[in-house]
């Protein structure tokens, strides 16, 4: 029995993790690795949440959009396949034109194909040039061309293209280049072939002057649009120029022109000219007055000097679509501008490459990449709604580029805007277009519908009861499509159903800034010179494609 001072003394077992814990030497490199391993869960955590929800509201419809929806067409291995196919002689061609990668799956490029034509509608501001125009005219395997009324993307082009070939820069306004001496010059009488030519010809310089929904008097117009066009045939079959063309209109002198086409067997444009002599005076001076309205930019002596000038290269449509050359064609707005000889130099080019495809049995060896930013202010091309339709199939690939649906309409007229959207086997929608415009409330209605289900509850005697309720819904109403984020777009292709698309700016693209440096790449790859004796090294680019 224990005394009452005596202290009760008990022991106790150690416990071995507390001990082997006390003991634990923490590195000094394990809080780092805890945080990093945090990190990286969290951050697959966001990214699975950006790729499935989108980073943005609009993006959360891109799971609509692709149910059921075969993108393959528009794929990097079947646009691979394709160009082979279609172009089996091209050297180092890639599978397309990139136009954006694919929302909610990482780095997946969609391409326009090598017998695609292309439509763009993007509001102001929205990166086209950015983020289409210079990709492509630097990504292109062969010629191409660019037209543009201001500087955004020129010097970028013409950087990162100056290992390609020569570069011809077309600015008789000076928007870019500040020389007043011609880079080169056109003379769009060069293409006068016949009265057919001379009419085409003379149908550009009208639409340059005049909107296809303004009004105007059917007789006169015609009259007067046939009077330039002889007038445009008389100065070619004599060897004359384009200021002697619009001296004759001014001063009225149909009976200089009659004598040129009697000399060359013109009998059909003569008897027009003594009948237009005919006419009553008010009559005929309408006709002229309407002639020389269409042949304004004939006028101005700084755009007629592009045309013929000492010592300064010509430009050769013909050896253009063989070459790896770049044509950077820019004017300003307006009548009387240089929008008028864009198009006939477009048109110029484009008739090259239709000679040019046939001669290579029906398609181009190498396809010839039109970049036509501004259409609808420089390059009021009338043929341009009938040519959309077979260009592709030659290797002609046009990328025509659209502020609005009304800026087209105001251009083309509600015919051939419809032709070119329609004839288009691809259309890319960037945003910025009117909530109220009739064309975002079609397209809308095109994309489709959405089934969005919401659960009811009801409580009586008997208890609650639940019910599901499904409501068709679109899935990008026209006020979510007029306002969609920058750098978002809807690519709508032919043999795809619509979907949503990133559009990328060069300035994020290594490989196009590299270009743009002045750096060497190869087949989308950046070389990496390596020290003397050592082969060069490549990186990998950004165009293929990773699992969808």
């Keep these: 029995m224990r005394n009452a001072g005596e202290q009760l003394m008990t022991t106790t077992t150690p416990d071995p993790f507390q001990t082997a814990l006390e003991q634990f030497q923490w590195p000094w490199w394990g809080v780092p690795l805890i945080v990093a391993v945090v990190v990286l869960v969290l951050g697959s955590g966001v990214l699975f949440l950006v790729r499935t929800r989108g980073g943005n509201p609009v993006d959360r419809m891109q799971r609509h959009l692709r149910a059921g929806n075969n993108l393959a067409p528009v794929l990097y291995p079947r646009r691979r396949k394709d160009a082979q196919q279609l172009h089996p002689n091209a050297i180092d061609l890639p599978p397309g034109q990139k136009i954006g990668t694919l929302v909610g799956s990482g780095s997946a490029w969609v391409w326009q194909g090598w017998r695609d034509v292309a439509i763009y509608i993007f509001g102001p501001g929205r990166g086209k040039t950015t983020g289409s125009v210079v990709r492509h005219v630097l990504e292109a395997p062969g010629p191409a061309v660019m037209t543009s009324n201001k500087v955004d993307g020129v010097k970028e082009v013409l950087a990162g293209r100056k290992r390609m070939g020569e570069q011809w820069v077309y600015d008789p306004t000076q928007v870019y280049r500040r020389e007043e001496r011609p880079d080169f010059v056109y003379d769009p009488l060069w293409d006068v072939e016949d009265l057919t030519t001379a009419q085409e010809l003379a149908a550009i310089f009208e639409a340059s002057t005049k909107d296809a929904d303004s009004k105007s008097d059917a007789q006169f117009d015609s009259q007067g649009r046939d009077l330039f066009a002889y007038a445009l045939l008389a100065a070619k079959l004599d060897g004359l120029g384009l200021g002697q063309v619009y001296s004759w209109i001014t001063k009225q002198e149909h009976a200089d022109i009659r004598a040129i086409m009697q000399k060359h067997g013109q009998t059909g444009p003569a008897s027009a000219l003594v009948g237009l002599q005919g006419q009553p005076d008010k009559t005929r001076g309408s006709v002229y007055a309407t002639a020389q309205r269409m042949a304004s930019a004939i006028a101005n002596d700084t755009l007629l000097a592009w045309t013929s000038a000492p010592g300064v290269r010509k430009f050769n449509a013909e050896a253009f679509v063989r070459s790896t050359d770049t044509a950077v064609l820019i004017s300003r707005n307006g009548p009387g501008s240089g929008g008028a000889f864009v198009a006939a130099l477009v048109r110029s080019i484009s008739r090259a490459g239709e000679r040019a495809a046939a001669a290579d049995g029906g398609r181009i060896t190498t396809p010839v990449v039109f970049e036509l930013d501004e259409v609808a202010n420089i390059v009021r091309w009338p043929e341009l709604p009938d040519v959309v339709s077979f260009y592709g199939s030659m290797g002609l690939i046009l990328g025509m580029y659209f502020q609005s649906w009304g800026q087209i309409v105001r251009v083309f007229g509600n015919e051939g805007a419809d032709t070119l959207w329609s004839a288009s086997s691809i259309r890319v929608y960037g945003g910025g277009e009117s909530t109220q415009s009739p064309f975002l ?108």
């Design 441 to 548: 409330k079609r397209f809308s209605e095109s994309i489709g519908n959405y089934d969005e289900w919401t659960t009811n509850t009801s409580s009586g005697r008997n208890g609650s009861t639940r019910s599901r309720v499904s409501k068709s819904k679109p899935i990008l109403p026209p006020d979510v499509l007029a306002h969609l984020p920058k750098w978002r777009a809807v690519f709508d292709g032919s043999d795809v159903g619509p979907v949503l698309i990133r559009t990328r700016p060069w300035f994020l693209d290594t490989v196009l800034t590299a270009m743009i440096e002045g750096r060497e790449v190869q087949n989308g790859k950046i070389v990496k010179k390596k020290t003397a004796g050592e082969r060069p090294l490549t990186t990998e680019g950004t165009g293929r494609v990773e699992p969808v």
